[in-house]
């Protein structure tokens, strides 16, 4: 929205400065309420709202950290938070890059060999030295103008991913993902959201 013209009176001029603050204050708020706080990655519904610019030939990549509660459990929150902004700072380069909720993130993009999948870093601990921090993944391909069914393309992945080994990437195969060898051990939030949007 263009700003308002400027006038001479005083009182309009004040009103004209006033609505300018407004629209920005609203416009802070809007970018504010499609961001993680802690991480300045999209959150889900960021997340939502960028999915128009996916283009076909992107990948989305799901990644869990491994061991993120121990770390939180041994460490503290502050150690856990710590780690998310570091691995959120290493994928924010790509097109999209969301943080779903505790320590799953999002990112999409061309990605041929897939994201990166471990960090070393310093934790805000004394005396603990320097560790190095990894992601399991599970990536498909996109589908456009379906992130429901791109999420849980993504998470059948994930499954096999963690069944396999921690640190590993699977990329998502309809003739195996589809029809899962046994039941998922919990039952996510981002599984019945996604579940209710696909409905």
Known sequence: ????????DPQVARLQARIVELEGQLQAA????????L??????????????AVQGDYKLALLDLDGFKAINDTYGHAAGDAVLTAVAAGLSH???????GGDELVVVGRMPGGPARWWPMALPVPGVPLMKVTATVGMTGVVPGDLPATLLRADAAMYRAKRAAKGSLITYDPAIDRHPMCPRPRVRLRDRTVGEAAA
Not at 39 to 52: D, I, K, P, S, V
């Open 1 to 8: 929205m263009s700003a308002p013209r400027m006038t001479s």
């Open 30 to 37: 809007l970018d504010a309420a499609r961001r993680d706080p």
């Open 39 to 52: 991480t300045g990655l999209y959150n889900r519904a960021g997340l939502a709202e960028a999915w128009w």
């Open 94 to 100: 790509y097109p999209i890059a969301a943080r779903l």
